[in-house]
């Protein structure tokens, strides 16, 4: 449980970096929220974490055949349907555009690679 919230506390990290590295992609913080703005980021990051493990498995087994013909890139466009879903269940997190999308899923699958890499059990 504590290597979870670890991990969605990085992904908060994350998601903040892609908000200031793609122009698309803005969170709208809550000061008045129970843990003020940084809470924001955290329920984004949380909401993320479970369109990606509920709705992730089932985009990727639907897409397999198009991942095997490109080679992996049809993952970037699984990766930004995944944020949209994210956008579009929040009211907080806003994506502009299909570019947007694509680069901050490709931006958030780096940083959760890295999560999952710092996390890591050995």
């Known amino acids: 449980m504590l290597r979870f919230a670890v ?58 055949p198009f991942v095997l013909v490109t080679l992996g890139l049809f993952l970037l466009v699984v990766n930004a ?12 997190l806003h994506v502009d555009g299909v570019g947007a999308a694509v680069l901050g899923g490709l931006l958030l699958a780096i940083g959760g690679w890295v999560a999952d890499q710092l996390t890591e059990r050995r």
């Open 7 to 64: 991990k969605v506390a990085l992904m908060a990290v994350v998601f903040w970096g892609v908000t200031r590295v793609v122009a698309g992609i803005t969170v709208v913080p809550n000061p008045q929220g129970p843990l003020g703005e940084p809470g924001t980021w955290l329920w984004i990051a949380l909401l993320f974490a479970v369109v990606n493990a509920v709705v992730g498995p089932v985009l990727r087994l639907l897409s397999l």
């Open 81 to 92: 349907a995944l944020l949209g879903t994210t956008a579009a269940i929040s009211d907080r």
